[in-house]
C-alpha cells in the first residue's frame, strides 16, 4: 500500500509559478512510475506529464509542454510538478498518481489533490 500526499498550490497570478510535491509513504516508491493529473470544473481528469521510475524519461501534455517539468527524488520518494508561466487556463485541481505493475497486477494509487488557481 502507497499513500501519497500531495503538498503546494495555491493562488498566483498569470505569469507566475509555483511547484507542486508529492510524497509517498513506504520504501517501494521507486518501482512505480509517477505522473500528474489535472481536473477542471466541470471537465473530465486529464493528463499533465509522468516521469519514469528512474526519473531518466518524462512525457507531456501538448498544453503543458516547456511550461511545466516533472521531476522526482526517490531517496526523499516525492515527485515534483514545476510549472512556469502559468495560465488561468490552468485552473483546476492537479492530482499526483503513482503506478506499478508486479506479478500481472496494477497498483495505481492517488493524491489528495491540490487546488491552483491562476489569476488574469
Known amino acids: 500500500q502507497v499513500q501519497l500526499v500531495q503538498s503546494g498550490g495555491g493562488l498566483v497570478q498569470a505569469g507566475g509559478s509555483l511547484t507542486l510535491s508529492c510524497e509517498a509513504s513506504?520504501?517501494?516508491?521507486?518501482?512505480?512510475?509517477t505522473g500528474w493529473f489535472r481536473q477542471a470544473p466541470g471537465k473530465e481528469r486529464e493528463f499533465v506529464g509522468a516521469?519514469?521510475?528512474?526519473?531518466?524519461?518524462?512525457r507531456y501534455a501538448d498544453s503543458v509542454k516547456g511550461r511545466f517539468t516533472i521531476s522526482r527524488a526517490n531517496a526523499k520518494n516525492t515527485v515534483y510538478l514545476q510549472m512556469n508561466s502559468l495560465q488561468p487556463e490552468d485552473t483546476a485541481v492537479y492530482y499526483c498518481?503513482?503506478?506499478?505493475?508486479?506479478?500481472?497486477?496494477?497498483?495505481?494509487?492517488w493524491g489528495q489533490g491540490t487546488q491552483v488557481t491562476v489569476s488574469s
Open positions: 498518481k503513482a503506478q506499478r505493475v508486479l506479478s500481472g497486477a496494477k497498483n495505481v494509487y
Open positions: 513506504g520504501r517501494t516508491f521507486r518501482s512505480y512510475a
Open positions: 516521469i519514469s521510475r528512474s526519473g531518466g524519461s518524462t
